[in-house]
C-alpha cells in the first residue's frame, strides 16, 4: 500500500483522535483517502448507483447496500487498506466488515437524514464495537448534505430502532437527548467521519444544485453474532440465530 499520499494513517492517527472517538462516538479524520481518489470513486458511485438495483430511493437518499460485491471500483474503495486500518485502530479490537453503502443526496432533496442511531437497525448480538467510515466522494458542506453528532450518544445501547425519516423519532424514544449538544462536521473530499453504531447522527438535506455523494463502509467487532431478525444482507443467506457472522459476506479487516 502506498502511504504517503494520505493525510492520515495508522501511523499517524493521533491518540487524541482515538480518545475523541472512543468518548463521543465519532471522530473527524481527514484525508484517509486523496482527494484525486475521491473524485475517481465519485465517478464509480455514480455510475454503480444508476446501474444496479437500489435498495431504497426515496426524498432522503439513494442506497445501494454492499456494492463491493457488484462493482470492481467501490470493492476497491470498501476494501481500501488505508480505511480498514484506521477503522481497526480506532475501535481497538478485530473487526469483520459488515456491508458497505453508497447514499446519494439529489440536488436540492430538500429532506434530511433524521436523527438515528445505526446498530437498531442490525441484526447483530454480542458487537459492542459497530464502526463506519463515511467516506466523503466530493467536498460535503454542511448545505450539501455532511453528518451531525450528539457526541457520546453511544453510550445509550438501549434504545429501540428510531425512524430516520422522521425528525421527532429519536426525542420521542430519548427526550434527555434534545439539551445535549450537536457537533454538525463538514468534510473535504477523502475526509472521512468515522462513527459508533449506536452515536446518534443526522445528515442536513442537499441545498446544491450536484449530488451529495457518500461511500459508507461498515464494520463490526469480529464476534458478532446474528440475532435472527430479518435484514436485507443476511435474509438470503441461511444463517440460524447465534450463528457467527463470518465467511466470505464478510471479510475480516486487516
Ligand atoms: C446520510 O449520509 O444521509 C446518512 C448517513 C447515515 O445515516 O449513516
Ligand atoms: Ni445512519
Redesign the pocket.
Known amino acids: 500500500m502506498t502511504t504517503l499520499s494520505y493525510t492520515t494513517t495508522p501511523d499517524s492517527l493521533s491518540q487524541e483522535k482515538i480518545a475523541a472517538y472512543r468518548q463521543n462516538g465519532f471522530v473527524h479524520v481527514p484525508g484517509v483517502i486523496s482527494r484525486e481518489e475521491a473524485f475517481e470513486f465519485r465517478e464509480a458511485a455514480l455510475a454503480a448507483a444508476e446501474r444496479l438495483q437500489s435498495l431504497s430511493a426515496g426524498p432522503?437518499?439513494t442506497q445501494n447496500a454492499n456494492v463491493w460485491r457488484e462493482d470492481e471500483a467501490m470493492r476497491r474503495l470498501t476494501l481500501h487498506p488505508n480505511v480498514q486500518a484506521v477503522a481497526r485502530k480506532l475501535a481497538g479490537v478485530d473487526l469483520r466488515l459488515w456491508h458497505d453503502q453508497i447514499?446519494i443526496?439529489k440536488p436540492q432533496n430538500n429532506a434530511a437524514?433524521e436523527f438515528?442511531q445505526?446498530q437498531p437497525y442490525w441484526p447483530h448480538a454480542d458487537g459492542p464495537n459497530p464502526i463506519?467510515a463515511?467516506i466523503a466522494l466530493g467536498d460535503v458542506t454542511v448545505e450539501c448534505?455532511c453528518?451531525t453528532f450528539i457526541p457520546g450518544s453511544h453510550q445509550r445501547t438501549d434504545l429501540p430502532m428510531q425512524n430516520?425519516g422522521d425528525a421527532r423519532s429519536l426525542f420521542s424514544i430519548c427526550p434527555d437527548l434534545v439539551w445535549e449538544p450537536r457537533v454538525t462536521v463538514p468534510l473535504k473530499a477523502g475526509d472521512c467521519t468515522f462513527?459508533h453504531g449506536r452515536c446518534a447522527?443526522?445528515?442536513t438535506p442537499n441545498m446544491t444544485d450536484e449530488p451529495?455523494v457518500?461511500h459508507?463502509v461498515i464494520f463490526m467487532d469480529a464476534t458478532t453474532r446474528f440475532t435472527g431478525v430479518g435484514h436485507v444482507v443476511t435474509d438470503p443467506l441461511g444463517l440460524k440465530a447465534g450463528d457467527l457472522l463470518e465467511g466470505e459476506m464478510f471479510p475480516a479487516v486487516g
Request: glycine share 6%; no cysteine.
Open positions: 432522503v437518499f447514499l443526496k437524514t438515528h445505526d463506519s463515511w448534505g453528518m430516520l462513527h447522527h443526522m445528515a451529495r457518500a459508507i
